[in-house]
């Protein structure tokens, strides 16, 4: 067996990957910035009502796991079910309903342990069939976003009630954090029914209004993971208005919100009651994303002068009020090891933008979709862009529409919208998740064999000189080739009342990995 790849339990250290906060703090990248709260050592504390005022979700939400793909049906799955790897606040993954695992030579072959003695709220007890079962819903005949993610295994196979065993393709040195996918929860073996929620996580759902509000009621006895599951009642609330979302929590409407207004943030930070969690440049990618396959941006001279037209300064500085860094178009978060530093950051030249769509021959406007659906800030900032490439003689004909359903109507139908990506805790999957060919979220249909296989031996490749120069050539293939126009990567930014305890900072999701109704507490 692989040193690398011991069993790792809830005793054992976990598996290990840059910590990203602390090593950026360090160098300078990133800074937990603001009046945040101080991460001391203190005991959690058992009652009280969590309410979450949130933007990130939609009338179309549903309970399906194949169907979640924003941070509300994520914050709202962590309370009714649990995963099967667990991502810590140092980006490390650790033993969720996996227990342990361990791989063989060359990481194709992997045996992982469920754990023993969790219970769904049915009473029925965790099992390997349950694990095999809600794996497999995201495999085979699904619209599951993760399908592709899963495709490289080419066997599942139960050792024992508890014990399994995966085969790939070929190796994958990441394989644990494949299983942290936040669409891979563990619904008992057969469920087809997912409106009543049937889960080993510490609530139960009580009231369900998509769009509107989901309430969650805390399970009778001691949840399973010790210091968890604290609130008696959890209230989210659909606010997508950054303005609302802010003001419910100055008026105690609510204890804590997500994606917090750039604009307001300095002022929030002032606020007496008001903790402000802030981590520079390791939050969302907002971003532009063109159809390749379509007219007029299956012209990569298109594509390059979108990419040099947009002034990404000027949006970072007056749409994000500095609380964002400038992106460069693949997605890979600066944090990651595989982050191709001496890639040259793009930057503002009109004249060259107008030299590549002279030679495309660009004379009509570019239709561009907008909404705050997208993300808060998604309209000024393609305000600014129309602005800043009409120095280079082309028009951007702005469509605004609508907030709700956004992710449903517009994402992935459009030719040219605005979109933003989570971070992802591996430069594997971020790129395998955006950009593969076959990616169910491949949102610039950008379709590239040569980037495919690139991507697939880094995946299986354990020497971490040759891994590291893969994932930086399919950087630069994206940035030079892709659809993707990442002008800016937010600051992660969200703000508590000062008596919510278990915000803690973490570079892939806002409010704790969006597990705050599960970890947090009241002083």
């Given amino acids: 067996m692989m040193k690398a790849y011991q069993p790792i339990s809830s005793t054992h250290a976990p598996m290990q990957r840059r910590g990203f906060v602390a090593g950026a703090v360090a160098t300078g990248l990133a800074g937990i910035v603001g009046n945040a709260p101080v ?104 619209r599951s976003p993760i399908k592709g993610m899963l495709r490289p295994i080419t066997e599942i196979k139960k050792l024992t009630s508890h014990q399994i065993q995966f085969t790939l393709a070929s190796g994958n040195a990441d394989l644990p954090y494949l299983f942290s996918s936040r669409q891979l929860i563990v619904v008992p073996n057969g469920t087809t029914d997912f409106s009543k929620p049937d889960g080993t996580g510490a609530f139960t759902l009580t009231e369900w ?82 159809h390749r396959d379509k007219a007029p941006f299956d012209n990569l001279d298109v594509i390059m002068g979108l990419k040099y037209g947009i002034d990404r300064q000027a949006i970072v500085r007056n749409v994000f009020s500095g609380f964002a860094v400038v992106g460069n ?67 951007i004909d702005l469509k605004r529409v609508s907030s709700d359903g956004y992710w449903d109507n517009v994402w992935l139908k459009a030719p040219f919208c605005a979109v933003f990506w989570n971070p992802r805790v591996t430069a594997d999957l971020q790129l395998s998740n955006t950009f593969l060919s076959d990616a169910p979220w491949n949102d610039t249909r950008w379709k590239r064999p040569e980037f495919d296989k690139i991507v697939l031996a880094a995946r299986s490749e354990l020497d971490e000189t040759k891994r590291k120069k893969l994932y930086a050539d399919a950087q630069r293939m994206i940035a030079d080739d892709g659809g993707m126009i990442n002008f800016a990567v937010g600051d992660l930014l969200t703000a508590s009342s000062k008596k919510l305890r278990g915000d803690a900072p973490d570079e892939r999701y806002e409010l704790n990995d969006m597990r705050l109704p599960e970890k947090g507490w009241f002083a």
């Fill in 329 to 395: 178009d693949h997605l890979v978060t600066p944090g990651s090891k595989y982050f191709d530093a001496s890639l040259p950051q793009r930057s503002y030249d009109p004249d060259r933008a107008a030299f590549h769509f002279k030679k495309a021959g660009i004379t009509t406007p570019i239709e561009l979709l907008v909404s705050e659906g997208a993300f808060p800030g998604a309209t000024d900032s393609a305000v600014l862009f129309q602005e800043s490439i009409r120095k280079a003689g082309v028009t």
């Fill in 39 to 142: 991460l001391a050592q203190e005991a959690p504390k058992k009652g009280g009502t969590l309410r979450l005022g949130m933007s990130g979700g939609s009338t179309s939400d549903t309970l399906d796991p194949r169907s979640f793909s924003d941070v509300i049906p994520i914050t709202y799955s962590s309370m009714f079910w649990n995963g099967l790897v667990e991502i810590d606040n140092q980006e490390r993954a650790v033993p969720e309903l996996f227990e342990s695992w361990e791989a063989k030579p060359g990481a194709a072959v992997w045996i992982f342990n469920v754990r023993r003695g969790i219970t769904f709220t049915s009473g029925k007890s965790l099992d390997a069939d349950d694990v095999i079962y809600s794996i497999g819903l995201h495999r085979g005949e699904t």
């Fill in 209 to 290: 209004q998509p769009g509107v509000r989901v309430v969650a009621t805390r399970k009778p006895g001691n949840y399973w993971k010790p210091q968890r599951g604290n609130f008696d009642r959890v209230e989210l609330l659909y606010i997508g208005d950054s303005s609302a979302r802010t003001q419910a929590l100055l008026t105690g409407r609510v204890d804590a919100i997500n994606r917090l207004d750039p604009k307001t943030a300095s002022m929030m930070m002032q606020a007496p009651n008001i903790d402000v969690l802030r981590i520079k440049g390791v939050g969302n990618r907002f971003a532009f994303a063109s």
